[in-house]
């Protein structure tokens, strides 16, 4: 069995001896690469809606707009929550809440002008875009302290490049750099836990859970690991 204590500490080594293990990351790579492009589709919506004159004076103009998007995506979120182990209807609700979920986020961005969030999607895209890179092309899952500080790391690098490139203030650098390692501190957990708890062939409920896993918990008052 592969160990964490080999000549690269911080990473798992995938290989035909610990079928489980092979498994269980394959598994943390489709959570990687579906979250990564629902947050790069998140960002390119947003930055055409608040970059694109009339797209955004259309939703500057239209504050209903924003607060349709926003009931759509509750009513999603909780209808994802109550029907998450029901088949084929948790998936359809699981694209409509991903989408609406797309659409609220960039028009209420672009509604407040909220620059640092986006380039704070932007970061957090990058980051998980590049570890499920790495885990595709090298066949090696990083552990999760190593996902931390590596998505942290290329934060960092990124807000900097932005600031250089687009002459960003320093709120919105702070902003992007906060927001981002929030997100994917969060995503990155999520994952760590869903990959510990629910079989390998749930993929539509992996997915679920990595949104609605903090409200089960919080009314369940129960570990999430015992919630399968």
Known sequence: MASLKDSDPFFVEENGRDFALYIKKGFSRKLY???????????????????????????????WLLHLQIALFLLTYIAMLFKRNEYSINAILLILHMLFQISATAIFVTY???LGILQGLFLTASALSLLFLYSLIFRRSCDLRMALLFSFVVNLFAATLFQMIFGCTSEE????????????????????????SISDNKYFVG???????????????EKFFSLK
Do not use: Q
């Not at 492009?37 to 939703?59: G, K």
């Not at 997915?207 to 008052?221: C, E, F, R």
């Open 112 to 114: 407040y002008d909220l």
């Open 207 to 221: 997915i679920i859970y990595i949104y609605v896993w903090p409200v089960i918990a919080l009314i369940s008052k």
């Open 33 to 63: 690469g579906t979250i990564a492009t629902h947050l790069i589709f998140a960002s390119a919506i947003t930055a055409i809606l608040m970059f694109t004159p009339l797209a955004r004076f259309y939703v500057n103009e239209n504050e």
């Open 173 to 196: 650098l702070i902003i992007s750099v906060v927001f981002s390692t929030c997100l994917c501190k969060y995503y990155l957990y999520s994952i760590y836990l869903i990959i510990h």
